[in-house]
T-cell receptor, first 114, second 111 residues
Framework: DADVTQTPRNRITKTGKRIMLECSQTKGHDRMYWYRQDPGLGLRLIYYSFDVKDINKGEISDGYSVSRQAQAKFSLSLESAIPNQTALYFC?????????????FGDGTRLSIL | SQKIEQNSEALNIQEGKTATLTCNYTNYSPAYLQWYRQDPGRGPVFLLLIRENEKEKRKERLKVTFDTTLKQSLFHITASQPADSATYLCALDKGFQKLVFGTGTRLLVSP
């Protein structure tokens, strides 16, 4: 089983719809992240959470919100989707033990907004 | 402005040769740098981390160098194999366990 699971894997929806992307992890990590990946732009950080009570905006948080329901669950919402939010979305986790920890990624959600 | 540059053109090499990928950055002073591999339809997978006080790090056929004066990291795969074909991403430490990623370089290893 995957350590970091994202659902759904693919989603096609219409402009103006509310969408939730979910991420769950079995790694026991406190830190969780949401990124989007666009061709030519690389991975960009949307939101991150260092524990259940901690939520922080990343570099491109406008139009998105998140919820950290438990240590293992971190969901990303698009309140009113727009076409330029079409992208590949990744959730990642990292350990708090020691500095410089690598991030562990899920396999992404491909989101298309028509 | 802060920038990370990886060669956007694919790197094509023959099996058995050494692949060298470059990551250049400006206006950052990262305490460490990480390299990831990404296959189509999959999330990035961590490969190696190198700290600012380390010049070189090795793991099996992989070698990473980090030159803080040149603001450059080189990623080498020796004795490359077709299975090494993937996109390789460098990521810099932005502090507080946040990373900033390059756009990646696609490597194609031909048999």
């Amino acid at each position: 089983d995957a350590d970091v699971t994202q659902t759904p894997r693919n989603r096609i929806t219409k402009t103006g719809k509310r969408i939730m992307l979910e991420c769950s992890q079995t790694k026991g990590h406190d830190r969780m992240y949401w990124y989007r990946q666009d061709p030519g732009l690389g991975l960009r950080l949307i939101y991150y959470s260092f524990d259940v009570k901690d939520i922080n905006k990343g570099e491109i948080s406008d139009g998105y919100s998140v919820s950290r329901q438990a240590q293992a669950k971190f969901s990303l919402s698009l309140e009113s989707a727009i076409p330029n939010q079409t992208a590949l979305y990744f959730c990642a986790t990292s350990d708090t033990q020691g500095a410089n920890q690598p991030q562990h990624f899920g396999d992404g959600t491909r989101l298309s907004i028509l | 402005s802060q920038k990370i540059e990886q060669n956007s053109e694919a790197l094509n090499i023959q099996e058995g040769k050494t692949a060298t990928l470059t990551c250049n950055y400006t206006n950052y002073s990262p305490a460490y740098l990480q390299w990831y591999r990404q296959d189509p339809g999959r999330g990035p997978v961590f490969l190696l981390l190198i700290r600012e006080n380390e010049k070189e790090k090795r793991k099996e056929r992989l070698k990473v160098t980090f030159d803080t004066t040149l603001k450059q990291s080189l990623f080498h795969i020796t004795a490359s194999q077709p299975a090494d074909s993937a996109t390789y991403l460098c990521a810099l430490d932005k502090g507080f366990q946040k990373l900033v990623f390059g756009t990646g370089t696609r490597l194609l290893v031909s048999p």
